[in-house]
């Protein structure tokens, strides 16, 4: 059974500083990963999907790295802002999407 | 692109009442749809998948006839939560697909928020 975790749960930083969040999974065998923002009392919006033949998908200031082999993934989030605070989760799976716990991200003016 | 709208956001009604929550594809045809729950601080879990024309596939653990779900169209799915009772309360989350096994990410609702008092 397909297990995700992500660490750390929450994480405050100031302004500016570039910083690395982090995804593991149990099972290599998988289709595609996904990371997605979750605000507050909201739904969620899609922010990088990796194929599991690709290494790394990048938009903008998010660069998402892709590692099967270790079960690991990270989203690279520099000069974070403000507007980047929100819960960020990652997923795996080609529909029946596997969830981990989030990472709550606090960017502090 | 491609936008799911769900209804209500946010309900509030008395243990033993049944609610219905909506999820439609508005510019695209989605297939599939999938039913998650999120609890306070915890990840979300998929409860069922619902396919355009047959009978959803429910999890393991989901009760069948707590959480009835119709597909009636390639728009519409509907997720009943039949004589619902505190613990139901939770926030419920769909998603659309509108090509199984494509590379394109599910497109999802920004949930309704169920309290049953």
């Known amino acids: 059974k397909q297990e995700v975790t992500q660490i750390p749960a929450a994480l405050s930083v100031p302004e500016g500083e570039n910083l690395v969040l982090n995804c593991s999974f149990t099972?290599?065998?998988?289709?595609?990963l996904q990371w997605f923002r979750q605000d507050p009392g909201k739904g969620l919006t899609s922010l990088l999907l990796?194929?599991?033949?690709?290494r790394e998908q990048t938009s903008g200031r998010l660069n998402a790295s892709l590692d099967k082999s270790s079960g690991r993934s990270t989203l690279y989030i520099a000069a974070s802002q403000p507007g980047d605070s929100a819960t960020y989760l990652c997923?795996?799976?080609?529909?029946?999407?596997?969830f981990g716990q989030g990472t709550r991200l606090t960017i502090n003016p | 692109g491609a936008v799911v709208s769900q209804h209500p956001s946010w309900v509030i009604c008395k243990s033993g009442t049944s609610v219905k929550i909506e999820c439609r594809s508005l510019?695209?045809?989605?297939?599939?749809m999938f039913w998650y729950r999120q609890f306070p601080k915890q990840s979300l879990m998929l409860m069922a998948t619902?396919?355009?024309?047959?009978?959803?596939?429910?999890e393991q653990g989901v009760e069948k006839d707590k959480f009835l779900i119709n597909h009636a169209s390639l728009t519409l799915s509907t997720l009943t939560v039949t004589s619902a009772h505190p613990e139901d309360s939770s926030f419920y989350i769909c998603?659309?697909?509108?090509?199984?096994?494509?590379?394109?990410?599910?497109?999802f609702g920004d949930g309704t928020r169920l309290s049953i008092l």
């Open positions: 990796i194929q599991s033949s690709q």
């Open positions: 997923a795996v799976g080609a529909q029946k999407l596997v």
């Open positions: 099972d290599s065998a998988i289709y595609n």
């Open positions: 510019d695209f045809q989605a297939t599939t």
């Open positions: 619902s396919n355009e024309g047959s009978k959803a596939t429910y």
């Open positions: 998603s659309a697909l509108d090509r199984p096994y494509s590379n394109q990410p599910q497109h």
